[in-house]
């Protein structure tokens, strides 16, 4: 039963250059989160997808990142032109598609690790 | 969501139970207590959510106020890997515009001591 899957754990980028960060939900969850942790700060809500749907995006800086969670494969956080400011753990979180009323708890990865030189 | 307040930090001897307080004085009937955790380097890790009732985990215990103004999470026997940063989050179950979206708060750093 596998978990959060985030790929590529680690990753060094030169200023200028693209990141692509991965995430794989759990299987049977169709909602995926996105988190940013700067260096010695709390995780900040960044954007919440669903398949083919980016529903609330308002965590998201205005230029250079993106979000998708297409029909078939990861969701990918997509940063470009990277600056220093940038370097943070990225965590991607997923939840069910909710059933009914009830809490549907999120379950995250361990991040993505991003080292901007 | 409904501001939550916990101590910045807190030791427990490695073996005996970590009570871990939250208030939370501004709740609303329909939304949840959720507790997480950050173990260092990781990922949050979901530990238990409740409403009303006390509830009870393979890794943790619930205590929730009869006024819910109030909780504690309970791990009943701390180890050393229990040292971590938890989050008690209270949010309504989902909503249509933010899904499951959860606010992390500062949180509280525990410490278990050999």
């Known amino acids: 039963n596998a978990g959060v899957m985030q790929n590529p754990r680690h990753l060094v980028r030169r200023r200028g250059q693209e990141a692509r960060l991965r995430c794989s939900p759990m299987?049977?969850?169709?909602?995926v989160y996105w988190y940013r942790q700067l260096p010695e700060e709390g995780l900040k809500f960044m954007v919440y997808l669903q398949k083919e749907n980016i529903i609330d995006e308002s965590g998201m800086p205005k230029e250079r990142f993106s979000a998708e969670f297409p029909k078939e494969g990861p969701s990918i956080l997509r940063i470009q032109q990277v600056v220093r400011g940038d370097s943070a753990a990225y965590f991607c979180?997923?939840?069910?598609?909710?059933?009914?009323?009830?809490?549907?708890?999120?379950?995250f990865g361990n991040g993505t690790r991003l080292t901007v030189t | 969501d409904a501001k939550t307040t916990q101590p910045p930090s807190m030791d427990c001897a490695e073996g005996r139970a970590a009570n871990l307080p939250c208030n939370h004085s501004?709740?609303?009937?329909?939304?949840?207590v959720y507790w997480y955790r950050q173990i260092h380097s990781q990922g949050p890790q979901y530990i238990i959510h409740?409403?009303?009732n006390n509830e009870t985990n393979e890794m943790a215990s619930l205590i929730i106020t009869e006024d819910r103004k109030s909780s504690t999470l309970i791990l009943p026997h701390a180890t050393l890997r229990d040292t971590a940063v938890y989050y008690c989050?209270?949010?309504?179950?989902?909503?249509?515009?933010?899904?499951?979206?959860?606010?992390f708060g500062e949180g509280t750093q525990l410490t278990v001591n050999p």
């Open positions: 989050i209270v949010r309504v179950a989902r909503q249509e515009t933010s899904g499951s979206r959860l606010t």
């Open positions: 979180a997923s939840s069910p598609l909710p059933q009914g009323q009830g809490a549907s708890p999120l379950h």
């Open positions: 501004t709740i609303s009937g329909n939304e949840y």
């Open positions: 409740g409403l009303k």
């Open positions: 299987k049977g969850h169709s909602h």
